[in-house]
């Protein structure tokens, strides 16, 4: 009869650690989805076994700007280049870069408040180009860096520029963080007649000072959009 017991004991003890093991590694996994992660997300975004959006060509347009920028000093190209550079080499796009007709200062503190300023009265700078046959590209990946939480000023401008009817747009940024403005799902409103895909935001300190180890992050991304190197 001990013996019976005994073993009735042992069996609901082993039914007891099974059943706490399998709730630790749901909550271990629960963690893992939750945790900040710095690479890219692929909720919404085509598989990468579909064909990139578009079937015309492809253009990547971005504004970045050098000089002095946060936390990365003095550089002679910018951030946001650097990122655009890499999804053309990926992509095999032609590149645009959106410039001012005045340039904005060097010295951080002065640009931030030349940002700002044209910000808050909705500013639209006067661009020095224009991108040549621009009814051939089907396809816009469009780069800026993160100014007072919103894309700078000069690329609204740029976007209010051109029809975009059937056009797709795909966002990519850079920042003090690996995020985007959050605005993305605006753009339509100034991009008239575009789609906007998931874009990608990346610290840009890590692609000034990192851009090896960034790269397969950005191609990770454009795999995903169905750009495969």
């Not at 039914?15 to 710095?38: I, N, Y």
């Not at 060097?106 to 009814?135: F, H």
């Not at 780069?143 to 990519?172: L, Q, R």
């Not at 799902?185 to 990608?200: H, R, Y």
Request: charged share 25%.
């Amino acid at each position: 009869m001990k013996k019976i017991l005994l073993l009735a004991l042992l069996a609901l003890g082993a039914l007891l650690t099974a059943a706490c093991g399998s709730d630790a590694a749901q909550t271990s996994d629960d963690a893992a989805k939750a945790a900040p992660v710095s690479e890219p997300s692929s909720a919404g975004a085509p598989a990468a076994s579909q064909q990139p959006a578009g079937k015309g060509k492809v253009l990547v347009a971005y504004f970045s700007r050098a000089g002095e920028n946060y936390r990365v000093g003095y550089i002679k190209k910018g951030n946001t280049h650097i990122m655009a550079d890499m999804i053309a080499d990926v992509t095999g796009a032609d590149t645009f870069e959106i410039k001012t007709v005045t340039p904005y200062p060097e010295d951080y503190k002065a640009c931030t408040e030349v940002a700002r300023k044209e910000q808050d009265s909705d500013a639209r700078p006067a661009l020095s180009g224009k991108v040549e046959n621009w009814q051939d590209y089907d396809t816009v990946f469009l780069g800026y860096p993160i100014w007072w939480s919103d894309m700078p000023m000069a690329v609204y401008t740029f976007m209010e520029s051109y029809d975009w009817t059937g056009k797709t747009i795909i966002p990519f940024c850079t920042s003090a963080g690996n995020v985007m403005t959050g605005r993305e799902s605006d753009i339509p409103e100034f991009a008239k007649g575009a789609a906007v895909k998931e874009g990608l935001g990346l610290e840009g300190k890590r692609v000034q000072e990192q851009p090896d180890a960034v790269r397969p992050q950005v191609e990770a991304w454009l795999a995903s959009l169905g750009y495969k190197k």
